[in-house]
């Protein structure tokens, strides 16, 4: 009986480890890459939120093996070096040399559609998801805007919009 509590207790105490280090993780990649949106947000005119909510959605929050070993934190797909490396984890997705490598690029990539120049600037980032999902940019369809849209609400990305607003393109 005892050990059964004992057990029970060191679950539960494990359990609460793990979901607060679980709500750590977001708000330290929040802190490491906040000023990498906000700056390529008005350098670009692409919302810090959308960047950043696709970033977290699609990376983990930074604890994806792509993130972590290919520094690839929005799912682009391309070569990567990880076999040359030594790695046994195979992936389609391409390899960065930095964080901010990737964050770079995936700017360039929404900046190359049609419809960018009708949206530069404009912080509606619903408009801006319905633009992605019907230019190809996510398979998951609308589960993927849900997704999205998400953390972009918990986590309050959208106040970091205000700072494109008082940017010069």
């Not at 280090?21 to 330290?28: D, L, N, R």
């Not at 195979?90 to 559609?113: C, W």
């Not at 319905?130 to 998400?150: E, H, M």
């Amino acid at each position: 009986m005892f050990l059964s509590k004992r057990r029970l207790l060191l679950g539960g105490m494990l359990i609460t480890s793990l979901s607060v280090s679980a709500q750590k993780t977001p708000q330290k990649y929040l802190e490491k890459f906040s000023p990498v949106a906000v700056s390529l947000s008005q350098e670009t005119g692409v919302p810090a939120s959308i960047i950043l909510g696709i970033a977290m959605l699609e990376s983990g929050s930074g604890t994806s093996k792509n993130a972590r070993l290919l520094r690839n934190h929005f799912g682009i797909v391309g070569k990567n070096n990880l076999a040359k490396r030594g790695f046994t984890y195979r992936s389609m997705y391409r390899e960065y040399t930095t964080d901010t490598a990737s964050y770079r690029h995936f700017t360039k990539v929404v900046m190359k559609k049609k419809w960018f120049a009708t949206m530069k600037g404009s912080d509606d980032y619903e408009q801006w998801l319905n633009k992605l999902i019907r230019s190809g940019y996510s398979t998951a369809g609308q589960v993927w805007v849900s997704r999205v849209r998400s953390m972009i609400k918990k986590y309050k990305l959208y106040e970091l919009d205000d700072a494109m607003k008082l940017a010069k393109y």
